[in-house]
């Protein structure tokens, strides 16, 4: 990498962490007035049109990108359908019954759902730590679902939800890393983002009339969602996956849960109960006992799936 660019991959992290920092909290902004695939569909229409236009104004005047072949659309599908379809909406349902800190802490369980992914697809050894690491964050997720609670009762259905978030999310890297070898950033993200809003085109009735009730500042929320959280982030997550080792970029997005639990005191006026901290702690504990392994050669390609996280 150029030295004079070696600041960028860090800067698309950074990027990164604080737009899906603010995307947890959105979410739950609107919660009460979009409905889960309304506002999937709202978000992902407003991301493939603004990231449409960035890919056909780069195209102008110099050699286009290449196109994706035959081998890339099984992967991309996929990533769309995961990542930007049951992803969201997923994760906008669980939302609605848990905060938006307990929600981050818990989308942090992927990569240890991707460590076992590639121990079982790509022949990754499955060390004895994998197994503790995946034991422990079990603990932590079960000590957040005992913990969430409403005005006065416990929801471990929106823990549920934001743990099916979880592993479409771990499968969807899976699929995404070989990818961005071959593709741009941008192409695959616009290619993923479009074919997650196709698929959520079902929910096209619920958009229009939560549309229709809603204020102007929460219409300008859901455009918001589509064109940071979603095109600008996803974008630069892909570069920097690109970049820099995955090891790295796994640890950084362990930022995103306290940043959300800011954001969430600042703007929604409410934090994760006391016990779910634990939990949250725990789970990053069985994260990063999962994630050690011995320093021996490795393929890059199964390093990088066992280690990154978006």
Same mark, same amino acid.
């Given at each position: %990498?150029?030295? &004079? ?37 709202? &978000? ?17 005047? &110099? @050699?286009? @990108? ?42 942090? $369980? ?43 009762? &416990?929801? @471990?259905?929106?823990? $549920?939800?934001? $743990? ?74 892909? +570069? ?22 800011? %954001? ?10 006391? %016990?779910? +901290? ?33």
């Amino acid at each position: %990498m150029n030295p &004079r660019r070696s600041w960028m991959p860090l800067a698309a992290v950074a990027v990164t962490l604080v737009l899906w920092a603010s995307a947890f909290v959105a979410i739950r902004h609107l919660g009460h007035t979009f409905s889960p695939g309304g506002l999937s569909l709202g &978000r992902l229409l407003v991301g493939a049109l603004a990231l449409g236009l960035v890919l056909a104004t780069r195209g102008s005047g &110099r @050699p286009g @990108p290449r196109l994706p072949g035959k081998r890339d659309w099984p992967g991309l599908v996929g990533i769309g359908l995961l990542w930007f379809g049951l992803y969201n909406v997923a994760l906008n349902a669980g939302e609605r019954r848990i905060d938006a800190g307990t929600s981050a802490m818990l989308i942090q $369980l992927s990569p240890v759902l991707v460590a076992v992914l590639a121990a079982v697809f790509l022949r990754e050894k499955a060390t004895p730590l994998l197994g503790i690491g995946l034991l422990v964050a079990l603990g932590g997720v079960a000590v957040i679902s005992f913990s969430t609670s409403g005005a006065s009762h &416990r929801d @471990p259905l929106g823990v $549920l939800l934001c $743990l099916v978030s979880a592993a479409a999310y771990a499968v969807a890297l899976v699929l995404q890393k070989p990818l961005v070898g071959r593709l741009s950033a941008l192409q695959v993200t616009w290619a993923a983002c479009t074919v997650g809003a196709v698929a959520c085109l079902p929910f096209a009735g619920q958009l229009v009339s939560d549309a229709r009730s809603a204020s102007t500042g929460d219409l300008l929320w859901v455009v918001y969602l589509g064109l940071f959280p979603t095109a600008v982030a996803f974008t630069t997550y892909a +570069y920097a996956l690109s970049q820099m080792g995955a090891a790295n970029l796994a640890v950084t997005t362990y930022l995103v849960p306290p940043i959300t639990v800011l %954001m969430g005191w600042l703007v929604l006026d409410e934090t994760p109960p006391t %016990m779910a +901290y634990v939990g949250g702690v725990l789970c990053l504990v069985g994260v990063s006992v999962a994630r050690h392994k011995p320093r021996r050669p490795s393929t890059p390609l199964a390093e990088g799936l066992a280690e990154a996280r978006p």
